[in-house]
């Protein structure tokens, strides 16, 4: 029996931006930026094309979004992100290495991260919550000998569970690369008298399925889901990226 561990969500777009350099830099961000163009500010290695040292994303001619650095691909240290007007967050950046699992994440500092064998990576977050044990990041691995299905079926599978909730939003956007494709889902949902929001990113290699996903009370949801798509940025297991920026890619909306 497969079972789907989710945690849910608000709206979130894939906004593409540009380097200064040749090739494009498409950063995952959050849902009110839709139509506007981002740009970055930052150096990628030539040896291992990698972002290293300084960066900044903004929009296009106005307020800076997000300023801190990277190392060899990993946010690093304390990172400021200005997603209000009047509201400065900041978020101390780590990483977590797991060699049984083959796994490499950036990942927030104040998460507490917990073993467990169903699971490449679980971790906690603060919360008010009184209900704390659906507030978690997960990441899921389903090898396709035992799955038995394609990522299209499994993304149906997750929106047939989703559905047995109160949902007051459910939106699935399908990031299309050269070589492969994954999926973006972001949901509202009302689940033991709570408001959560709820995102998950479905992602398909030659050995299986990847099921990362994210519940959180629906507070400050725009923080959590710009966390969630950096988180999602610094993730890299058996050495592949499984969102690369530097990767050409389309983007689709199915509502």
């Known amino acids: 029996m497969i079972r789907i561990y989710y945690v849910l969500g608000f709206l979130i777009l894939f906004s593409s931006c540009k380097r200064t350099a040749d090739k494009p830099y498409n950063y995952l961000s959050t849902y009110y930026m839709e139509g506007a163009t981002i740009v970055n500010a930052g150096d990628i290695r030539n040896d291992n094309n990698k972002e290293t040292g300084d960066w900044t994303f903004s929009i296009k001619g ?3 979004l997000s300023k801190g650095k990277f190392d060899n691909g990993f946010r690093k240290g304390l990172w400021t992100y200005k997603l209000h007007r009047d509201t400065l967050n900041k978020i101390d950046w780590s990483i977590y290495k797991n060699d049984t699992n083959r796994l490499i994440v950036n990942y927030p500092s104040d998460w507490q991260i917990f073993y467990n064998s169903r699971f490449i ?3 906690a977050f603060p919360t008010i919550s009184q209900i704390k044990d659906n507030k978690l990041a997960v990441i899921l691995f389903h ?3 035992s799955i038995k299905m394609n990522l299209d079926e499994y993304l149906n599978l997750y929106n047939r569970e989703m559905a047995k909730f109160q949902i007051i939003k459910n939106y699935n956007f399908e990031l299309k690369f050269k ?3 994954a999926y973006y889902s ?4 009302i689940r033991d008298n709570e408001e959560l929001i709820n995102l998950i990113y479905l992602y398909e290699d030659k050995k299986g399925i990847y099921d990362i ?3 959180s009370l629906n507070i400050d949801p725009e923080i959590k889901n710009q966390i969630f798509c950096d988180f999602i940025s610094g993730l890299y297991i058996d050495g592949n990226r499984l969102f690369d920026p530097r990767r050409e890619l389309k983007l689709n909306i199915k509502l």
């Open 62 to 64: 106005g307020a800076i």
């Open 121 to 123: 990576f679980i971790a």
């Open 186 to 189: 972001v949901a509202n949902y």
């Open 213 to 215: 996903t994210f519940t």
């Open 143 to 145: 090898p396709k000998d």
């Open 179 to 181: 070589d492969s494709h």
